[in-house]
């Protein structure tokens, strides 16, 4: 049980997936402007990369490797992916759709986000089971909400008026952000 919990806390505060990968980064300034949003966003791929986790381990360990297939493992879990994305993208569409408009272009580029199948393509790696590749995807996906809306929330504080003009827009945002991933790594202490 200490260990499924360790996976947990691992993939969402240690090896952060934004902060110490460097994974998803396009979506992480880009939608990070508001909370609302960002935690839009980050419910959306915290449902995207379980499941997707889930349904790569068991393709993976039902289908690609009975059959000899493992070198399929990339394209398959790109088609689960975007499969899972499209599933996400019509349910907000109906049920929220200022939700929907607000994401805009970042909704269905979660599809390409490289954080969903980096998650994926790592459970299989490090030989992770069923349950061990759930709570991975899930405490990555935590991570990256986690990251997001810090992020976002910092920069609804932000007064670009009081910011010098050399470091006003995308450098102030990439300071903060730097500054969150070495403020990150305090919790590897949290690991032994």
Do not use: H, W
């Amino acid at each position: 049980m200490t260990s499924l919990l360790m996976i947990v806390v691992t993939t969402a505060l240690i090896n952060n997936v934004v902060l110490s990968q460097f994974l998803g980064i396009c979506s992480f300034l880009g939608v990070s402007k508001r909370i609302k949003t960002s935690a839009s966003l980050g419910g959306a791929v915290i449902f995207v990369i379980t499941l997707s986790s889930a349904v790569a381990s068991l393709l993976y360990d039902f289908v690609l490797v009975p059959l000899n297939l493992t070198y399929l493992k990339t394209i398959v879990f790109i088609l689960v992916i975007a499969a899972l994305v499209q599933v996400v993208e019509m349910f907000l569409k109906k049920s929220s759709p200022a939700i929907y408009k607000a994401l805009g272009i970042y909704l269905p580029l979660i599809t390409t986000n490289c954080a969903v199948l980096g998650v994926a393509l790592t459970n299989v790696q490090d030989g992770y089971n069923f349950i061990e590749s759930v709570l991975a995807g899930f405490g990555t996906a935590v991570g990256f909400t986690i990251a997001i809306i810090l992020l976002a929330g910092i920069r609804e504080r932000i007064d670009e008026k009081a910011v010098p003009a050399p470091f006003r827009g995308a450098p102030i945002v990439l300071l903060c952000a730097a500054l969150m991933a070495i403020a990150f790594m305090g919790f590897s202490g949290l690991a032994v």
